[in-house]
């Protein structure tokens, strides 16, 4: 439900079953995969089909939307990517897919966000943390442009994902579902930058609603009163992301994301604090390995 889980984050996760591409694989048969310092073919050639490498990034992170802290992390960790047909993973998000037509996918994947501890989010004092979440469901994908559009041009594509939110700090407890619609427009490869910005809504349903927001009893304060959460908008949301690529194995990338809670159900929670709140970052990715195969957006 961060921005992370669609940038840095998700190449952390990439070597799971857990991304949602637009790939067509070549008729080509494998080959023997290369060191990145190999000459990489022209874009035309299409992407390869899996990489190998090494991240590290910085992240100012929104404790949660409404809240009025943020969180610093850095990390650096090796990923993984993979364009397969069916597997998918990569800078992108993570899945299996279930279904393709020229226009259309229907993917079965995975996000995350990390968690935050409530001794460091002064409004959540003495409430039990927000855990690492995981989620998991069926995303569908409309290709609004023409899906013949390569490397070079900009397109246009609206994500409809619905997925079940699990908190693996507490043994994988069920805490809601989420439906997370994202309109994107994305441009790959020209003069060596990548970029794409996206506005979306996520609405959770009640039991999410209380995880970020509710209140019980026992947890209230004279400045904290019991706040019963409700389901529906959680928070508008826009996202941008941009890459330089630095040569054949070097990539350096930014995101940012604006979350508001302006007329969301739970604006009343006491654990709003702010309407609006920004998460960004920026890192570095270094290839070490490519396949020979490629594949095509």
Same mark, same amino acid.
Not at 50 to 67: K, M
Not at 108 to 132: Q, Y
Not at 200 to 214: K, N, T
């Given at each position: 439900?961060?921005?992370i889980?669609?940038s ?44 190998l490498?090494?991240?590290?990034? /910085?992240? &100012?992170?929104? $404790?949660?939307? +409404?809240?009025?802290q943020?969180?610093? *992390?850095?990390l650096?960790?090796? =990923? %993984? ?16 897919r ?22 460091r989010i ?7 943390n ?14 609004l ?26 043994g ?9 619609p ?9 003069? /060596?930058? &990548?970029g794409? $910005?996206?506005? +979306? ?5 009640? *039991?999410?609603?209380?995880?970020? =927001? %509710? ?30 690529s ?52």
């Amino acid at each position: 439900m961060t921005l992370i889980a669609r940038s840095a984050a998700c190449l952390l996760l990439a070597a799971s079953p857990m991304c949602n591409v637009w790939a067509q694989a070549d008729a080509a048969p494998p080959t023997v995969a290369t060191p990145a310092t190999a000459t990489v073919p022209s874009a035309n050639a299409g992407r390869p089909l899996w990489e190998l490498g090494v991240f590290a990034f /910085g992240v &100012s992170q929104q $404790a949660y939307p +409404g809240s009025d802290q943020n969180i610093g *992390r850095g990390l650096a960790l090796p =990923y %993984g990517i993979y364009r397969g047909e069916v597997l998918r993973a990569d800078e992108d998000g993570a899945g299996l897919r279930a279904f393709k037509s020229p226009r259309f996918e229907l993917d079965v994947g995975f996000a995350g966000s990390f968690g935050s501890s409530s001794e460091r989010i002064e409004a959540r004092r003495g409430m039990p943390n927000l855990g690492t979440l995981i989620e998991f469901g069926p995303m569908l994908t409309w290709k609004l442009s023409d899906p013949a559009v390569r490397d070079g041009s900009g397109r246009w594509t609206l994500e409809l994902p619905l997925r079940g939110v699990f908190d693996i700090n507490d043994g994988w407890a069920h805490r809601g579902m989420s439906f997370e619609p994202e309109l994107i427009w994305s441009l790959r490869r020209r003069g /060596g930058w &990548s970029g794409t $910005a996206r506005v +979306g809504l996520l609405v959770a349903d009640q *039991r999410l609603g209380r995880h970020f =927001y %509710g209140v019980e009893s026992r947890f209230a304060t004279a400045s904290r009163p019991a706040y019963d959460a409700k389901s529906g908008l959680v928070a508008t949301r826009l996202a941008f992301t941009l890459s330089r690529s630095l040569g054949p194995d070097w990539n350096v990338f930014g995101f940012a994301r604006f979350d508001s809670v302006t007329g969301a159900a739970n604006e009343s929670s006491p654990l709003v604090r702010q309407t609006t709140g920004a998460t960004y970052g920026i890192g570095l990715s270094w290839t070490w390995l490519r396949s020979d195969v490629r594949v095509r957006d």
